[in-house]
């Protein structure tokens, strides 16, 4: 059974002060990791999909990379407005499976 | 349009009472995936169609959940005999083709049953 392991549960910064996200996955046969951001009262809006093992991506202040465990979501100096709940997700053959969610503030 | 439309935003059922849930997607897209998000951000699948064919529905409570996508209409998720198990917030997204793509989520609907 596929399963994804998000940590820390929740995460507590000052404005300014980086950290990562992680994400743990146990699959066989991954097509894809996704990387969303929930408001809350929102559906999770998608940030970023890697494929293999190396591969990175950058957005502004984030940066999602990928091994064959495990996913990191790096935050560089967080705003106020990246509070949100990060949720990693991912796809085999089956449709997509997530992860709990880490819960970001960051206080100004 | 480029949103996945779902309505009501809320809705509040007495225990036994029916509760249907619509999603329009995003038109163009021939994948629609019904979630369930329950307290701790637990996303539980509960069934996919390609259009408006039944493409996997292996998390879907087969006994009160039904679900439907027909032509030109907005899909519907539909809960008979509601349980109070059944609190939750339900997303609908879309995708524009089966694969390693990502969702597009709806806002989603939250359901309460008293």
């Known amino acids: 059974e596929d399963q994804v392991t998000q940590s820390p549960e929740a995460l507590r910064l000052q404005e300014g002060e980086s950290s990562s996200l992680n994400c743990s996955y146990t699959v066989s046969g991954l097509r894809g990791l996704f990387w969303y951001r929930q408001d809350p009262g929102k559906g999770p809006e998608f940030l970023f999909t890697l494929y293999s093992a190396g591969e990175e991506k950058e957005k502004e202040r984030l940066k999602a990379t990928l091994t064959k465990k495990e996913s990191f979501l790096h935050i560089t100096a967080p705003k106020p407005e990246d509070s949100a709940t990060y949720l990693c997700?991912?796809?085999?053959?089956?449709?997509?499976?997530f992860g709990k969610g880490t819960r970001l503030s960051v206080i100004a | 349009g480029e949103e996945v439309a779902q309505t009501p935003k809320h809705l509040v059922r007495g225990e036994g009472q029916k509760a249907k849930l619509y999603c329009a997607p995003i038109k163009g897209h021939s994948y629609v995936f019904w979630y369930q998000q329950v307290l701790k951000n637990e996303f539980k699948f509960l069934i996919s169609f390609q259009n408006e064919n039944v493409f996997d529905e292996t998390g879907m409570p087969k006994e009160r959940f039904s679900a439907k996508c027909l032509p030109n209409s907005p899909c519907s998720l539909e809960i008979q005999a509601t349980k109070l198990e059944d609190s939750a917030v339900y997303f609908c997204?879309?995708?524009?083709?089966?694969?390693?793509?990502?969702?597009?989520f709806g806002s989603g609907t939250r359901l309460t049953v008293v």
């Open positions: 997204a879309s995708s524009l083709r089966e694969g390693p793509y990502g969702y597009t």
């Open positions: 997700a991912v796809r085999t053959n089956t449709p997509l499976v």
